[in-house]
């Protein structure tokens, strides 16, 4: 070929990197275009397949790292990344239902979810009826013959009712029924849901995973090859894909994981216990807690718990009170998402939230985060007293 001209040879440059470099990061590769060899290479290639590449919407060694490394600790075989938690979330729904089917949600669902049960409800001919979340083996009763998925959640959004995993597993593969979990609480440390017979696992990697508070993700876990099939074809008609860099982020991250999910269970249980013991708490809804609905299955199921729990008042104190709680602390920031360093709290109005929710009390979510705990009880003390 002739001498390049600068422009041409600024895009095509010659130089090759040295082989044999090593370091512990997993590189950050970036693509859209993936290239091959040749024409018989490129047509070789299959989307479908994880043990090549294809384009760069369907992943690039960053991601199917992380993508392996999130497998390995849920104990599931296949993974595929979305671009939030709530998009892993539609990604099942999306793969797994279709007009005429019906979908079972438990009351406690992630709120997101449940408005999305009910956009597919009004818009896409799917029917998504809601569950008590402590129905256990009662399940059974609830599915009809077009019932095609039942999510759970453990324990369950802001009320932190916990689901027994395997009894709802139990009914519904007798008919057919497809299980999955959000179990981004457990971030797949405390909990093994694929060994209670759960068939798919979505976490928000927002959560733990990042550590951060500063990426948004999602990943759907499978240990069956053709199902996580069904949910690929989901994946690639909806174009979902990473960011490399955040990617990388997460890959950052998970090795601390372990160790920060256990900071933040002990500091939380210490500032639960304290908060159990005080005069404005009726309720403390953390799971290791007998409090907290469904705290035998969490000793039954679980090996460890997060740092994120909710708390009742005593009915004597009004929400303008509470809300006054809530805008005194000064360590605990006001915000939603969790998982990362900062401790957070939000006030719910829960009541319109559930079906049936009968405690008077205003409910209160903290995230625990990784300041020394005596500094966060000292701040809650100190918000009481301006309450
Ligand atoms: C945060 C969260 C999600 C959604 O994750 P995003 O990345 O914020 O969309 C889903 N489920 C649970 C339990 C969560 O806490």
Redesign the pocket.
Same mark, same amino acid.
């Given at each position: 070929m002739a001498k390049k001209q600068l422009q041409t040879a600024i895009i095509h440059s010659d130089y090759q990197a040295p082989d044999g470099f090593g370091a512990f990061p997993v590189a950050i590769h970036h693509a859209s275009t993936v290239l091959f060899k040749n024409v018989a290479a490129m047509r070789a290639r299959n989307w479908q397949e994880k043990n090549s590449y294809t384009y760069g919407l369907h992943g690039t060694p960053t991601s199917f790292t992380l993508e392996a490394r999130l497998a390995e600790i849920e104990g599931g075989q296949h993974c595929l990344l979305a671009p939030?938690?709530?998009?892993?979330?539609t990604m099942v729904d999306l793969a797994l239902l279709k007009s005429g089917d019906d979908v079972l949600l438990p009351d406690n669902v992630?709120n997101?979810?449940r408005d999305l049960g009910n956009w597919l409800a009004r818009d896409f001919g799917i029917t998504a009826r809601y569950y008590d979340p402590l129905v256990g083996a009662g399940i059974v009763d609830l599915i009809q013959p077009n019932t095609r998925l039942i999510w759970t959640?453990a324990p369950g959004?802001v009320s932190m009712e916990m689901p027994d995993i395997p009894a709802i597993c139990r009914a519904a593969h007798a008919k057919g029924v497809l299980v999955a979990i959000?179990n981004?609480?457990s971030a797949g440390l405390a909990l093994r849901a694929f060994d209670l017979g759960v068939d798919i696992v /979505?976490h928000?990697?927002?959560?733990y995973q990042s550590g951060g508070s500063d990426i948004? /993700?999602?990943a759907v876990i499978t240990r069956d090859a053709a199902l996580n099939q069904r949910l690929q074809t989901a994946h690639m008609r909806l174009g979902f894909g990473v960011g490399m860099d955040d990617a990388y982020l997460v890959l950052r991250s998970l090795p601390t994981m372990k160790m920060r999910f256990e900071a933040h269970d002990a500091a939380a249980r210490k500032i639960a216990a304290w908060l159990k013991q005080r005069p404005e708490i009726s309720r403390v809804l953390h799971p290791a807690f007998a409090d907290c609905p469904g705290h035998d299955i969490w000793k039954r199921d679980f090996t460890g718990a997060a740092g994120?729990f909710s708390v009742v008042f005593n009915d004597r104190y009004s929400e303008e009170q509470t809300d006054r709680f809530v805008d005194s602390l000064q360590l605990f920031k006001i915000g939603?998402?969790?998982g990362g360093a900062n401790s957070l709290c939000v006030p719910y109005r829960i009541q319109s939230m559930r079906s049936n929710w009968q405690d008077k009390g205003i409910l209160v979510r903290f995230n625990i985060g990784l300041e020394d705990p005596q500094d966060l009880i000292a701040d809650i003390e100190q918000a009481f007293a301006v309450m």
């Open positions: 939030s938690g709530l998009a892993a979330i992630y997101p979810n959640e959004s959000d981004t609480w /979505m928000a990697l927002t959560k948004l /993700m999602g994120l939603y998402s969790w």
